[in-house]
């Protein structure tokens, strides 16, 4: 059991480097979703079964899948195909795959060659997690709160301001008026055309 810790904890380690220095934003997604099913793993090495589900069903399900939704949402641009067909080649899926695997081996090899335990086990419930979570550590469980809240009103405010500045963009560069000897004059795409 020792060594599915040492090399989970290694994959763990080894995708959480590759994520943070990938300038593209899906791969650096794809490498920390591996990175945290290895710590998934490592918990569930090391006796914590729960704690395991919930890196799994949170972080690298609900969190990281809709990381990926909103960067590929937002890839909305002149060259979003071009991205799109880049990240289906098999180089970028193949690290991040082959990792995967090896992390859901281990997964077999520790589920398959667990041995029980030597004495009776006190089972940790989600009740004695939460009394223990929100007791002593009440406080930090609502500074994390307040701080994803306050990520997620700045998000907001920036996509609007953005959107704002797109329109009065759009707004100044494409338009029809009427000049003041009566002409037509009609500006887009940074050409003026005169018309009698």
Do not use: C
Not at 40 to 57: Q, T, Y
């Amino acid at each position: 059991m020792l060594i599915a810790f040492y090399i989970a904890s290694a994959i763990a380690v080894l995708a959480t480097i590759i994520a943070i220095t990938r300038r593209h934003a899906v791969h650096a997604l794809l490498y920390l979703i591996v990175s945290l099913l290895g710590v998934a793993i490592d918990f569930f090495v090391i006796g914590a079964p729960f704690l395991a589900a919930l890196e799994l069903i949170i972080y690298a399900g609900a969190i990281m899948v809709l990381f990926l939704f909103v960067v590929m949402m937002l890839n909305i641009g002149e060259h979003a195909t071009e991205v799109e067909t880049a990240s289906l080649k098999p180089g970028v899926w193949g690290w991040p795959s082959a990792l995967g695997v090896v992390l859901i081996a281990e997964l077999i090899y520790v589920a398959a060659h667990a041995s029980a335990p030597p004495g009776p086990m006190h089972v940790v419930s989600a009740k004695e997690i939460g009394i223990s979570l929100f007791g002593p550590y009440a406080i930090g469980v609502e500074l994390a709160s307040l701080l994803l809240t306050s990520g997620l009103v700045g998000a907001y405010h920036l996509g609007r301001r953005t959107s704002r500045e797109e329109e009065r963009n759009d707004a100044g560069t494409v338009g029809t008026r009427i000049g003041s000897s009566g002409d037509l004059v009609r500006s887009g795409s940074g050409r003026t055309s005169y018309t009698a």
